[in-house]
């Protein structure tokens, strides 16, 4: 079956501008996290959905980010004021519920801030 | 103290040997653990998953744990040049937050 998909695959936008990022998860995963990945780095939490909960925002690093999910389908990461250390590939994975079990990522969008 | 800490290499292993990476993590109620490899410019694709204490083996690969030890490793036997990546060990918490190492970058040489 499909995979998570993730669009655009890059992005390169200049300092100041807002960018939208978009993830489809798998079909029937009720859970779906974002990561962000710095060059050469790890990846770094940064918010998580379950089905019609509330999200884990604790991750997300400053107002400037938000996301959102509609119910166990889309969901889009926004970035306002974009910054040169928002550069970062940007993965969303998904998984099937509640208890941990394993993550499916998508390919990332690179997002490249000038 | 980070969440899991990996060493980040580089890990150099000839073709054939096995290769041994290592993690500990420091959330003494973690239950589940993963293991992860990202090749370069690519997405993380999961290698195996323990619950256990032991070992847990599939194919090549086997991954160890030891929960009094907060530690989870991963062999890598008869490693192949194909092998050659970045491993990921993943923690969850109970919350399902999960926390990432930040890899072990492994080079097989032929």
């Known amino acids: 079956g499909a995979g998570v998909s993730q669009s655009p695959s890059n992005k390169v936008t200049e300092k100041g501008k807002d960018v939208e990022l978009r993830c489809d998860p798998i079909s029937g995963h009720t859970a779906l996290y974002w990561y962000r990945q710095r060059l050469g780095q790890g990846l770094e939490f940064l918010i998580y959905f379950q089905g019609n909960s509330a999200p884990d925002k604790s991750g997300l690093p400053s107002d400037r980010f938000s996301a959102e999910r509609t119910g166990e389908s889309v969901s889009t990461l926004t970035i306002q004021r974009t910054q040169q250390e928002d550069s970062a590939v940007y993965l969303c994975a998904s998984s099937r519920g509640r208890v941990p079990e394993t993550q499916y990522f998508g390919p990332g969008t690179r997002l490249l801030v000038l | 103290q980070k969440e899991v800490e990996q060493n980040s290499g580089p890990l150099s292993v000839p073709e054939g040997a096995i290769a041994s990476l290592n993690c500990t993590y420091s959330d003494r109620v973690s239950q589940s653990f993963f293991w992860y490899r990202q090749y370069s410019g690519k997405s993380p694709e999961l290698i195996m998953s323990i619950y256990s204490n032991g070992d847990k083996e599939d194919g090549r690969f086997t991954a160890q744990l030891n929960k009094a030890s907060q530690y989870v490793s991963l062999l890598i036997r008869d490693s192949q040049p194909s092998d050659s990546a970045t491993y990921l060990c993943?923690?969850?918490?109970?919350?399902?937050?999960?926390?990432f190492g930040t890899g072990t970058s492994l080079t097989v040489i032929p």
């Open positions: 993943a923690v969850p918490n109970t919350g399902n937050q999960f926390y």
